[in-house]
């Protein structure tokens, strides 16, 4: 064997960032092919070995014992053969036995003599067999690498452009962006670093399919985890999220530890965190609320900024009535009912405002909105009901 060969395992393994004892197997199946075109006979199933140390070769033609039938001649043998032949001490599973039996392996030594060489032919079976194994394995390696970074945020460069969908290069993969991931009226220049979710991954036979985001709700979480060391330590925990990408989004945020302010944590010293949150994802308006077990409270919370008057609960259809003085009534529904929506999405309650002037009395306008489960990011577990919060 070259001397040079182990260092260039050593090598390979290092650049395909693969474990050298899977590059050894593949090498062996490369040779086991090799051998099968060269000296290979019909019946035989060639597997190679090489020790790791001397890289010496031994090629051994493997069977597993049948009782009755053959299905595959290469590869099994039937039992009343295989108890004429006697086990060998070191070439079969069943060691130390007077006789093979059903399901034991049967290894002959069919290895060739010293100086025998493969032909061209061969050697070019063997090579082709071992790249195609290596570009397989480093399909796999990169799979896993990025599966585990599914809903994690990365930074790429925006490779080119087709029509609305925006392929980013990620560096060892590309990312395909669908315009349904992307923020509304948001622009791409090809060269141009982006901060992107890995949505999700999936094998295919040309590698990994990445699909990103940067609509996902996740895509706010990430960002706080990196702005606010809180977030990232669990001091603070981001109870759920409600976003409708490029215009508006509501926070739930709770406090682990007494004495932290989970909002002014969020916002920063003069709003820095929450700016360079809203910098990033094109000026998107964040309301960061604060998280509470009692659903009347947390309610109120939700439909910030506008005062609310009382919260009215229908547990049996997880519906809530919620009453605003007048002048609170546009305020409270938000532009376009943007911020009655985003307020049941994040509490996963179906909201129902109604105005009441000064006298106490019902005014007929009115908006009500149901909690959309596909887009409320973390449901709200429910511990307190029944009870109202007056301003």
């Excluded at 060489?117 to 990025?146: C, D, H, P, W, Y």
């Excluded at 709003?271 to 609320?289: A, N, Y």
């Excluded at 002037?357 to 908006?367: A, F, I, R, V």
């Excluded at 009500?368 to 409320?376: D, K, R």
């Amino acid at each position: 064997m070259n001397p040079d060969f182990l260092t260039a395992l050593n090598e390979i393994a290092e650049e395909k960032g693969l474990d050298k004892d899977e590059v050894l197997k593949m090498i062996e199946a490369s040779l086991a092919a090799a051998f099968r075109k060269d000296y290979g006979e019909k019946d035989q199933n060639p597997v190679v070995v090489l020790d790791p140390e001397t890289m010496a070769m031994k090629i051994f033609d493997v069977k597993t014992v049948v009782e009755t039938e053959i299905t595959d001649p290469q590869k099994e043998i039937l039992l009343e053969q295989a108890k004429k032949i006697k086990p060998a001490k070191d070439g079969s599973a069943s060691g130390g036995k007077k006789s093979y039996s059903v399901g034991d392996e049967i290894r002959t030594d069919i290895t060739p003599k010293t100086g025998t060489n493969f032909g061209r032919i061969a050697a070019q079976t063997a090579k082709q067999v071992i790249i195609q194994k290596l570009r397989e394995a480093e399909r796999n390696v990169m799979f896993s690498e990025f599966k585990a970074k599914e809903r994690q945020l990365v930074t790429g460069v925006i490779q080119r452009i087709e029509k609305d969908t925006v392929l980013v290069d990620l560096g060892k993969s590309t990312g395909v962006l669908f315009p349904s991931e992307q923020i509304k009226d948001e622009t791409y220049k090809i060269g141009a670093r982006v901060k992107v979710l890995i949505l999700h991954v999936e094998p295919t036979p040309k590698g990994p399919k990445i699909t990103l985001s940067r609509s996902h709700p996740d895509m706010v979480r990430r960002l706080f985890e990196i702005e606010v060391p809180e977030v990232f330590n669990g001091v603070i925990e981001i109870k759920a999220i409600a976003r409708e990408a490029g215009s508006r989004s509501k926070i739930a945020v709770e406090s682990r530890q007494e004495g932290v302010d989970p909002i002014g944590a969020c916002v920063g010293q003069r709003g820095t965190r929450v700016q360079t949150v809203m910098s990033e994802l094109g000026g998107e308006k964040i309301d960061i609320i604060e998280w509470n077990e009692d659903h009347v409270k947390f309610i109120a919370n939700a439909l910030s900024p506008a005062k609310i008057l009382n919260v009215m609960l229908d547990e049996n259809n997880k519906e809530a009535k919620v009453e605003v003085m007048e002048d609170q009534l546009s305020l409270a529904i938000g532009k376009a009912g943007q911020n009655v929506r985003l307020a049941a999405r994040l509490t996963g309650w179906k909201i129902d405002i109604a105005g009441q002037d000064l006298g106490g009395g019902e005014k007929p306008e009115k908006k009500s909105e149901e909690a959309s489960p596909e887009a409320a990011a973390e449901p709200v577990e429910e511990k307190k009901q029944g009870e109202e919060a007056k301003e």
